[in-house]
């Protein structure tokens, strides 16, 4: 098995981050990103769980590159909303919320077991994970499935299962008040509102796709916990685990470019798990 963390280990490292990135997003001939060479880039995959994208195929490789590479799992359930790639909000009761949520979390689990892997945490998805950060009743339904699947007998789910979402948010606070793990979560890909949420992928500039420069905004987000918004304001933004986006254009790229600006600064990339 081969080792994500490549770094020269006598460097002693002043700070480590996790890197992350969301993969198995493929379906049929609709290739979505290149696993094959984001996710040894990465110490974690945010894998698919088949409702907004990623079929049985495209989720078991991603799940088998992870494994040979011993990259950690993470899944990545969301709205069941293949047309808009869950970045559109459903308006599903907790029933509802659950129900697709446990079929999403079976789903991979199943995978996860065949391969002989286990899963480590798990981030909502495009608009459930945003809504997950402005109403604590969608996030309690999340945290509270994802506890009691993990819980469950035949589960590949790590007992200190954990949620990955952004710092500060009301995600936070439902994690916190169950005494739940929180990966604090930040985008090298992204821009910021000076009210430290993600500016919107429809806003011009919203998205990042030089390489150089979401780098260098991963390093930011090291050393320095703030970040200069689209409106040209600093806001602090804490990560213990930085994203990429699989499907971007120029994911792969920025990973690279991330990854390697960040060793070269004597960050140790490594799991939070």
Sequence with gaps: MENQSDQNLSIDPVRSVDLNCDVGESTGQQIVGNDAVLIPLVSSANI????????ETHITNAVKIAIHHGVTIGAHPGYPDRENFGRQAMD???????????EQLEFLNAI???HGGEIKYVKPHGALYHRCNIDAATAETVVEVSRSFGRSSGSSFSRSLSMMGQAGTEFQGV???LNVRFIR??????RYLESGNLSPRSQIGGVIE??????SQAVAIVFQEKLTTVSNHEVGVIGDSICVHGDSPNACEILMKSRGMLMQAGVLIQSCE
């Design 175 to 177: 994690c916190d008040s």
């Design 112 to 114: 996860v077991l065949r």
């Design 210 to 215: 030089d390489p150089d420069e979401a780098a």
């Design 48 to 55: 698919a769980c088949g409702a907004h994208a990623g079929d």
């Design 185 to 190: 979560e930040a985008f090298a890909d992204r």
């Design 92 to 102: 599903l009761s907790a029933e509802q919320l659950g129900d697709t949520l446990r």
